[in-house]
């Protein structure tokens, strides 16, 4: 814990100096505009629900190559990677369950429609596309349906700019890790384009930690295509259409202490497919915006027989789609009202196949194709009083061909003192995530009379603006409550049976570009427990949460040409479980601090050499039990933009 103390003395000091930044009068303006709470463009002073935006100036500034690693920093959010970079990466907002986040690329559900629990696995996606990517924290159903229990992870690609940019980058370091990018942005006239091509990949570590004894690497690479067109025709009417494909393959080990597999591969290959209209009617007071996406993803993790493990082998692979139709309305005839409404339909696909032998004999399981399709309709009111006092109120219902209807609410108010700069917010709102596919249609796990898992849940807080924002600080306060939750019975039926609960507290300071310094810190404080009282983990923890989580990240701006980057975070202790006891037997996994560094020097207006220290202390440390880790990693890069 001296660890977190230090973190916390600092993170007071940042807050006492910013109030020593307070004048007698603040006149506080806000040019950040965010999206995905309202599903419109909302100035982020008029937002009652707790957001966090980064931009890619700021991924670009700490040199960040994945989402995975963008995430890490977001206060509420807690990952793990289940072997290093390349390997399994999963989300967990505000203490809940992965699959309890809804992810969202340029519009398009990502999360699993194969994946038992639907779930999104971040372990593939790159940052070279990315434009900013925006959180909302709490139960969004009410806008995005199913998935959307605990909040929302919204990532935005760039689109083409007026003036054509080409840019090659390209990166090498420590474990045999590359990584090259080409990327063009442009317009011309009305048209406009982004294309990129990255490729990356690493000799790894072992996946099953090294300390252990585990030797053999665990490598990886991964091929990324992304492609963004548009055509406006006028003012009123524009047209988008997105493509994109990742390919990626990853060596795998056993979840175990002596884990090492030689020839366990893990390969996934997904595609990307939108197009989009966007009209405008009556002097802009009614846009309308249709849009229809698929989403392909197949995967397979085979492993052989080896002289290390001559009786173990599987094979197992997934196939899934997700066709999504929607279509938007944005009216504003109504002065100070902003009323959305919309209507959406998505079918799911999937089917999957397991096969495995051991000393236990084989075993085989076939998941036959299945789809099914969830209808929603969706009503929500934004209003604006004198510009101090906002609130967005919302209402939706889903039809699901299984299980029926579910209906979910939301509201968020918040207040803005313009004299001060303060904004007093909250928000209150119920989610669903309907069941999966294996869940409901599996012949020896899944139920067909399953019913969704539902939340409910708010949070309340206030945040202070300095120097029309330059400095701030903030606090929030959650709370939620999970029911209806998937477990099992004594037949290994799955059913709704469980509950969780989670709350906690969320501090965020920050200091924007003053005398070339940017600060930002954060604290996370999160209690879970676990409410089902026939569990064996009743009034426990859930695994892998850590209650104490900070970060600091400085960035110091020298000159035009050269920028200084320190992350700094503090991870607590959480516990785990050892599966290869029976019972699983729980454990305490340690707490650890992280200091990554990163640098950059613009020698010419198009060419820019970066370097960057990850784990700069080679701190020994474990997300997931017996799971390896990166030591001290070094990586320099050369960009060239034209």
């Excluded at 442009?186 to 072992?206: E, L, Q």
């Excluded at 002289?307 to 929607?326: E, L, V």
């Excluded at 003192?417 to 209150?428: C, D, E, H, Q, V």
Aim: glycine share 8%.
């Amino acid at each position: 814990m001296k660890h977190l103390y230090s973190f916390l003395t600092i993170f007071l000091l940042i807050q006492f100096s910013v109030w020593a930044q307070q004048t007698d009068s603040v006149k506080t303006t806000f040019s950040e505009i965010v999206v995905t709470a309202t599903k419109t463009e909302t100035p982020l002073s008029a937002i009652g629900s707790t957001v966090t935006v980064i931009t890619s100036k700021e991924i670009s500034e700490r040199q960040l190559q994945t989402v995975v690693d963008v995430l890490r920093e977001v206060p509420g959010l807690s990952i793990v990677e289940q072997g290093g970079p390349g390997k399994l990466a999963t989300v967990f907002m505000r203490g809940t369950n992965s699959n309890y986040t809804l992810v969202i690329v340029d519009g398009v559900t990502m999360n699993d429609a194969s994946s038992p629990n639907n779930a999104f696995d971040f372990s593939s996606m790159n940052t070279n596309d990315v434009d900013r990517i925006e959180i909302v924290r709490g139960p969004q159903s009410t806008l995005y349906g199913s998935d959307a229990i605990a909040g929302v992870i919204n990532i935005i690609t760039k689109r083409g700019t007026d003036k054509p940019q080409y840019s090659f980058f390209g990166e090498g370091g420590s474990n045999g890790y590359y990584r090259g990018n080409l990327s063009a942005l442009g317009s011309y006239g009305n048209f406009h384009y982004a294309i990129n091509v990255t490729r990356n990949g690493s000799d790894g570590v072992s996946a099953s930690d090294s300390k252990f004894g585990n030797k053999e690497k665990d490598d990886y690479t991964n091929n990324f295509f992304s492609s963004r067109f548009g055509w406006n025709f006028s003012q009123d009417a524009k047209i988008d259409l997105i493509y994109k494909f990742t390919k990626a393959e990853a060596s795998l080990d056993q979840n175990e202490k002596l884990g090492d597999d030689p020839n366990f591969i893990y390969n996934i290959e997904q595609q990307l497919f939108k197009g989009g209209l966007n009209l405008s009617f009556f002097e802009g007071n009614w846009q309308q915006q249709f849009s229809a996406s698929l989403i392909k993803h197949f995967s397979r993790a085979l492993d052989l027989v080896d002289q290390f493990r001559p009786t173990t082998s599987s094979d197992g692979y997934n196939k899934a789609q997700r066709i999504k139709f929607d279509w938007q309305n944005n009216l504003r005839f109504i002065e100070n009202n902003l009323i959305t409404f919309g209507i959406e339909t998505e079918t799911e696909k999937a089917n999957t196949s397991y096969s495995s032998t051991s000393e236990w004999g084989p075993f085989n399981s076939i998941f036959p194709g299945q789809s099914l399709r969830t209808t929603g309709i969706y009503l929500q009111d934004q209003i604006n009083i004198a510009n101090s006092f906002f609130t967005s109120v919302g209402l939706r219902y889903d039809d699901n061909q299984k299980f029926g209807g579910v209906t979910t609410f939301r509201i968020a108010p918040a207040y803005f003192f313009n004299a001060t700069g303060t904004k007093l917010k909250m928000s209150y709102g119920t989610g669903f995530k309907a069941p999966s596919l294996f869940y409901l249609f599996d012949p020896a796990f899944g139920n067909p009379d399953l019913k969704p898992e539902k939340s409910i849940g708010w949070d309340a807080g206030i945040e202070q603006y300095f120097e029309k924002g330059k400095l701030s600080f903030g606090v929030t306060y959650f709370d939620l409550k999970l029911e209806n939750m998937l477990g099992f019975d004594s037949n290994f039926r799955t059913v709704n049976i469980a509950k969780a609960s989670s709350r906690g507290l969320e501090f965020t300071a920050s200091v924007i570009n003053i005398r070339n310094i940017s600060l930002n810190t954060s604290y996370t404080y999160t209690e879970t427990k676990d409410d089902y009282k026939l569990s064996p983990d009743f009034d426990k923890p859930l695994l892998r949460r850590p209650k104490n989580q900070a970060s600091i990240i400085a960035n110091y701006r020298l000159n035009e040409k050269t920028n200084f980057n320190l992350q700094l975070r503090y991870v607590g202790e959480r516990d785990d479980k050892d599966f290869s006891t029976y019972p699983a037997a729980r454990v305490t996994i340690p707490e650890y601090t992280l200091v990554n560094f990163a640098a950059s020097y613009r020698f010419l207006n198009y060419l820019e050499l970066t370097a960057r220290i990850e784990n700069l202390f080679d701190k020994q440390y474990e997300e997931v039990l017996y799971y390896g880790t990166l030591g001290r990693s070094f990586y320099a890069g050369l960009s060239l933009t034209f």
